[in-house]
């Protein structure tokens, strides 16, 4: 198979000598910070205080990166993964780090991004960790090979290439999802399903999507598709639901493109109404496969009445959501305040949240499709009052388009959610000009990976309320 390596990864080089290092930090993505005859390497599967061999592996951005060929000296807080190939996969680099140490690092991580990037010396809460953190993700995406004998298998992407690193069982996702791939696995063989090659641009089957409920027995399968033609379509549904009885939708997308965005526009639903359910604090959100719905069910509930605790909504308060996806957090804060209104950009995600509201009979709240930057600017310019902002935009944070909206806007608080804490340093650092930061709650949504969610509260500064 060619190499797939994206540009900008130099091919690794053969493994020249081995350095003796110490690990000193853990980085931003998760890495051991390792020094090594005055160089610093960022090494996976290292943690502070460990020594040992390391090799250069690769540089990115003028930073290098090695690899472990030796520990002479253990963590106390490394343990034994719970999956195998914990190191090659590349998805939790955490496994062989013990839980509490995993918390402290987090809390630590959205306190350096804002010492470095918005130049504060914040001290945030600890963060708030899971009580079982395995098998939380109800959300899986696995793209599809074939081996040389002729089966298929999945697995995730290695690091910063497209080489699939087989899984069997993902000890972070919910279990359902193993046995949907394994049928998957099992039915493409004798149904000949050929999966997709993205290097030479032929096959057919790109990626499997299962979304699972927690709260309802409901589990959505996505086969995601090259091409719109697929041979043997029913049987292969009717096989597929022979094997896994309680999948209730199963639906085709199909995605042309040479991409790395999974899902395409065209979509067709095969079986079931196209949607499941799901409860989060005690509401029922219907869920289409475009919309965007957070990962972790058990901590998105903890995350949620954070944020609503740090909001201290009152029943006279306007609110505003932004980036509401299918609007969960607004459709939790409208039990609390006057109004919500609340926008998204995904059409999907709109539709869904009308849906949700209606069959939830909340009555206080509007939704938007649109930019959220220029539904905000329009607001301002219209001088419409907001008492209290809720925004929760995508990895990259918000633009300063939105943010100036913010200020002209000027809600007396501000909960700012955040899957990067240093786009929301950044962003939280802009805002500072007009308002004072008062709380942040880093929470545990992704045990076991890098990433982490943090829910920070900003008041506006000389406000009363
Ligand atoms: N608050 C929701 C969704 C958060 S994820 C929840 O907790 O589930 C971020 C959402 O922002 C996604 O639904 C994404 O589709 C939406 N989004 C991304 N860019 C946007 C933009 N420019 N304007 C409005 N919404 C946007």
Excluded: W
Excluded at 161 to 182: F, M, N, Q, S
Excluded at 347 to 366: C, L, W, Y
């Amino acid at each position: 198979m060619a190499s797939l390596m994206p540009n900008h990864v130099k091919k690794p080089k053969s493994i020249t000598e081995s350095v003796h290092g110490v690990c000193v930090d853990i980085s931003f993505e998760g890495k051991g910070v390792v020094k090594a005859e005055g160089e610093t390497y960022f090494v996976p599967g290292i943690f502070p205080g460990e020594e040992g061999d390391i090799a250069f592996d690769y540089s990115r951005g003028g930073a290098k990166f090695g690899k472990v060929i030796k520990l002479d000296k253990v963590s106390p807080n490394r343990i034994q993964p719970r999956c195998k190939i914990c190191s090659a996969c590349g998805g939790c680099c955490f496994q062989q780090y013990d839980y509490p140490a995993q918390l402290i690092y987090k809390t630590n991580k959205v306190k350096e991004q804002f010492r470095k990037i918005a130049k504060m010396d914040v001290e945030p809460l600890p963060c708030i960790g899971m009580e079982e953190p395995y098998f939380y993700r109800n959300k899986i995406q696995m793209p599809f090979a074939k081996d040389n004998r002729g089966n298929l298998y999945c697995g995730f992407y290695k690091e910063s290439t497209h080489v699939i690193v087989p899984v069997d069982t993902c000890y972070i996702e919910d279990g359902r999802a193993k046995a949907v791939l394994d049928a998957v696995k099992k039915l493409g063989k004798s149904f000949h399903i050929e999966p997709y090659q993205e290097d030479e641009g032929r096959g057919f089957l790109r990626h499997v999507l299962i979304r699972t409920s927690k709260h309802k027995e409901q589990v959505m399968v996505v086969l995601v598709t090259y091409k719109d033609a697929f041979p043997s379509r029913s049987n292969f549904v009717k096989a597929l639901l022979k094997e896994c009885p309680f999948i209730t939708t199963v639906l085709q997308n199909v995605n042309s493109r040479h991409t790395n965005v999974i899902l395409g526009e065209f979509e067709r639903t095969l079986y079931g109404p196209g949607y499941i359910e799901d409860v989060l604090c005690g509401i029922s959100f219907k869920i289409s496969a475009k919309s965007f719905y957070q990962v972790n069910p058990v901590m998105t509930e903890k995350l949620y009445m954070k944020a609503i605790e740090a909001a201290q909504l009152t029943k006279e308060d306007v609110v505003f959501d932004a980036y509401s996806g299918i609007g969960t957090i607004g459709m939790v804060a409208s039990r609390y305040c006057k109004n919500v209104i609340a926008v998204e950009i995904v059409k999907e995600a709109v539709i869904d949240a009308r849906r949700n509201a209606k069959h939830n009979g909340v009555e206080n709240i509007s939704f938007y499709c649109d930019d959220a930057s220029s539904f905000m600017v329009n607001m301002a310019n219209k001088k419409e009052h907001v008492d209290v902002l809720f925004m929760d935009p995508p990895r990259k944070g918000s633009d300063q388009r939105c943010l100036d909206a913010v200020c002209k806007l000027s809600p007396s608080r501000i909960v700012y959610v955040s899957c990067d804490p240093s786009t929301l340093a950044r962003d939280v650092a802009y805002l500072s000009k007009k308002y004072q930061l008062r709380s942040v709650q880093p929470v545990d949504m992704f045990p076991h990976t890098m990433h982490v969610e943090t829910v920070a509260m900003l008041r506006l500064k000389d406000s009363k309320k």
